[in-house]
């Protein structure tokens, strides 16, 4: 399949005039419904009117890839905006960066298109030069006339690339445990990978190792020994990470296919694990990730 069957002249709006990312999906969904590429609108509502967007790749300080699997739409479609100046920050965004928005629509049996879509034009537009050109671009041909646009192939094999997260969290082995604890409790992660200077997986903090960690801290909570209800900081800010995490780390490439991902993670009864590219951390994989990504809506 190539990008151009779903993403089409009419599907373009280049310049895009649109002050924020809600403002320029909106603008985006709008465009497929004038031209016939989304037959239900009503069914688009939510994306148009809620705040935040629950699926948006980000690709390096300038794209975002919202995505959406909607009975909205009967084929997979693509539309891309390109706006002339960075869009407007969200509310406690210091500075906004993102000029381009690449929206992907697809049908709920339409899993594996999908996320090939996805993972295809996410890895086009990790380049520099790429975006580069494709903010130049001022009509629907100058972004065809991109090679790495108007000539993307999407490859038919799905791979663990496709749906890991892409953006990880991740600690060092001189991190210490309370800086780890504050970043578990804001993301709400149940799992944190620490890796070496070169990004080389070391090892992985679960919320299970955490637990066992501040044992006794909680055994004192229960007894009442500790009356002001607060862990001890001193004992957090002095044990390093490496003292706590799991040494013995499964991790994955991120070239794998899925079904044999799926049968690991089933008959070893893995969570999740973290993904791996040329001996470095690229992403993480949860199961929950796999539903998600090829069951839900």
């Known amino acids: 399949m190539r990008l151009t069957d779903a993403l089409l002249p009419e599907h373009i709006v280049a310049p895009l005039h649109a002050d924020t990312f809600r403002a320029a999906v909106t603008t985006l969904v709008q465009r497929l419904v004038d031209t ?133 969290y991740r600690v060092f082995p001189n991190t210490p445990v309370s800086e780890l604890l504050d970043l578990m409790s804001r993301n709400d992660l149940k799992a944190v990978p620490v890796v070496g200077e070169k990004r080389e997986v070391l090892g992985v903090v679960t919320d299970r190792d955490l637990l066992r960690y501040l044992l006794p801290e909680i055994v004192q909570f229960g007894t009442g020994e500790r009356g002001d209800g607060r862990p001890n900081q001193r004992s957090l800010r002095d044990t390093p990470v490496r003292e706590i995490m799991s040494r013995s780390v499964m991790c994955i490439s991120e070239d794998q296919g899925i079904a044999e991902l799926v049968s690991i993670m089933v008959n070893k009864d893995v969570e999740r694990l973290p993904v791996v590219g040329e001996g470095r951390l690229t992403g993480f994989l949860t199961r929950g990730d796999i539903l998600r990504k090829l069951f839900g809506r």
């Open 36 to 168: 016939g590429a989304v037959v239900h609108p009503e069914r688009l509502e939510r994306l148009t009117t809620d705040d935040r967007v629950r699926d948006v790749v980000h690709v390096g300080d300038r794209v975002l890839l919202p995505h959406l699997r909607t009975d909205a739409v009967e084929r997979l479609v693509v539309s891309i905006g390109v706006s002339p100046t960075p869009l407007r920050a969200a509310p406690g965004v210091p500075e906004a960066t993102e000029q381009v928005v690449v929206l992907v629509l697809a049908p709920p049996a339409a899993a594996n298109r999908y996320l090939q879509m996805v993972a295809a034009l996410a890895r086009a537009l990790r380049t520099d030069d790429v975006v580069g050109r494709l903010v130049e671009a001022r009509s629907p041909e100058e972004v065809l006339a991109i090679p790495e646009i108007g000539e993307l192939v999407v490859q038919p094999r799905l791979t663990v690339r496709d749906i890991m997260t892409q953006r990880v």
